[in-house]
């Protein structure tokens, strides 16, 4: 079945640091999705991206999705202490499982003021 | 803003127990889904509907069942709580396109 792979499974860094996470997948997404999730809560859609090449902002976050549709990352550019959770990629494709997302496995992502 | 809400943060609930989790979606969306998260096993995926009255089984259904009788909610049965269902229970609902997924707050549940 298809898998992705996210790296790095966890990250230390000083506050002021950029960021940087990526995935890997062995199939073509059409859609790529980043989500943060706090402890205790739900996953938080942080940026969506659907066409290859795409490059999409949020405030100190930027994400890409790769030309080969294979890969996606994301930076966090000047972390604060609030960045600290866990960051999930996801991907679709119009496949057999009709669009249905498939998740890496989370970087958790700690930030030392 | 899409809101997702779920009936309950936290439920404990004893084995053997009939537990029903409710999960209401404010945007008119087509789609909704219900996961679990593990720790080290990631988010899976229990059941999905697309439309009102229909479902489809996700990776993992055994052990539970759903109900759609409405657009706006969607609801995750365990019919016998067992132990090992004790988990982060996540709702999420999409449009039909772009294949953006919303998620639920969560709920915790415990089976003792």
């Known amino acids: 079945g298809q898998q992705l792979n996210q790296s790095p499974q966890s990250m230390f860094i000083q506050e002021g640091e950029d960021v940087s996470m990526n995935c890997t997948s062995s199939?073509?997404?059409?859609?790529w999705l980043w989500y943060k999730q706090d402890p205790g809560e739900g996953p938080v859609l942080l940026i969506a991206?659907?066409?290859?090449?795409e490059l999409t902002s949020n405030g100190r976050l930027t994400a890409q999705f790769g030309i080969t549709r294979k890969d996606s990352f994301l930076n966090i550019s000047a972390s604060i202490p609030s960045d600290v959770g866990i960051y999930f990629c996801?991907?679709?494709?119009?496949?057999?499982?009709?669009?249905?997302?498939?998740f890496g496995k989370g970087t958790k992502l700690s930030v030392k003021p | 803003d899409v809101k997702v809400t779920q009936s309950s943060r936290y439920l404990v609930k004893r084995t053997g127990e009939k537990v029903f989790l409710e999960c209401v979606q404010d945007m008119d969306h087509e789609n909704m889904f219900w996961y679990r998260q593990d720790p080290g096993l990631g988010l899976r995926l229990i059941y999905f509907s697309y439309d009102v009255k229909m479902k489809e089984k996700g990776d993992i259904p055994e052990g539970y069942s759903v109900s759609r009788e409405k657009k706006e909610r969607f609801s995750l049965i365990l019919e016998s709580a067992s132990t090992n269902q004790t988990s982060m229970y996540l709702c999420?609902?999409?449009?039909?396109?772009?294949?953006?997924?919303?998620f639920g707050p969560g709920t915790r549940l415990l089976v003792l």
């Open positions: 199939s073509i997404f059409n859609t």
């Open positions: 999420a609902s999409r449009q039909r396109a772009p294949e953006t997924q919303y």
């Open positions: 996801a991907g679709s494709n119009y496949g057999g499982s009709q669009g249905n997302l498939i």
């Open positions: 991206l659907y066409k290859a090449g």
